[in-house]
Nanobody
Framework: VQLQESGGGSVQSGGSLKLSCAASGDTRCMAWFRQAPGKERERVAKISSGVITTYSDSVKGRFTISQDNAKKTVYPQMNSLKLEDTAMYYC???????????????WGQGTQVTVSS
């Protein structure tokens, strides 16, 4: 399975961005992670079987993840963006159902999100 992210860019604090991640094959669990310079990779959100969503506390209430099964694409809608949301965002996927945050087999190349004041 290959994953292709898009939708990153620059936005002012309080603004919104919608990313997308298109999978080349069938997946059961898709997730987003992010990594800021000098920091460890952080979980953002995941969606299981296109329905069950989980969010990290840092984005809960601001980000919404959805999936278009026909297009095999996941869309994280990011609202009320903060400076601390600046990071490289990575899409990840498994062909197995989501189980907690067990290791993901497939990863995208990443898309940069930069939030400025």
């Amino acid at each position: 399975v290959q994953l292709q992210e898009s939708g990153g860019g620059s936005v002012q604090s309080g603004g919104s961005l919608k990313l997308s991640c298109a999978a080349s094959g069938d997946t059961r669990c898709m997730a987003w992670f992010r990594q800021a310079p000098g920091k460890e990779r952080e979980r953002v959100a995941k969606i299981s079987s296109g329905v069950i969503t989980t969010y990290s506390d840092s984005v809960k209430g601001r980000f919404t993840i959805s999936q278009d099964n026909a297009k095999k694409t996941v869309y994280p809608q990011m609202n009320s963006l903060k400076l601390e949301d600046t990071a490289m965002y990575y899409c990840a996927a498994n062909t197995r159902p989501c189980a907690d945050w067990r290791p993901f087999d497939y990863w995208g190349q990443g898309t940069q999100v930069t939030v400025s004041s």
